[in-house]
């Protein structure tokens, strides 16, 4: 059998679902978050939903995870200044993207375009 969770780490609350995809069967587990090491409470949730379901956490194939508190540091516009670096006309979609709202991952003065591509090694390169 293969089972998935998906995680959501909130602020006050790390939120579990486990489904058995192969018969659609679902567990699902809440507790409180832990904001001085976000993992203690993904771990905590992962042991207890495992020991829930009965399963031995290596039937676990894929997960999905997210978390609310990125969401709304970005919407909120708190959290540490940052700065955004993107390649040319990409920064302007990512300005104005599809929502209606102010915030944005960076004001666009603390943006950086440039032309070119970065690969893992830094180096940028131009295209022709």
């Not at 780490?9 to 790390?14: A, D, I, M, N, Q």
């Not at 031995?56 to 959290?79: C, F, R, W």
Request: proline fraction near 5%.
């Amino acid at each position: 059998m293969t089972y998935r969770p998906g995680i959501d780490v909130g602020g006050t609350f790390t939120d579990l679902l486990l489904i058995d995809e192969k018969t659609g069967r679902t567990w699902s587990v809440k507790l409180p978050s832990t904001p001085q090491d976000q993992s203690v409470g993904v771990l905590r949730g992962l042991t207890r939903i495992c020991r829930q379901a009965r399963i031995d956490p290596q039937a676990i194939e894929h997960v999905m995870h997210g978390t609310t508190v990125a969401t709304n540091t970005v919407l909120t516009s708190s959290g540490a200044r940052r700065a955004r670096d993107d390649k040319r006309l990409y920064g302007v979609v990512l300005q104005n993207g599809r929502v209606d709202r102010k915030a944005t991952a960076a004001p666009r003065f603390s943006a950086f375009t440039r032309a070119g591509t970065r690969p893992a090694q830094g180096r940028q390169r131009r295209r022709a």
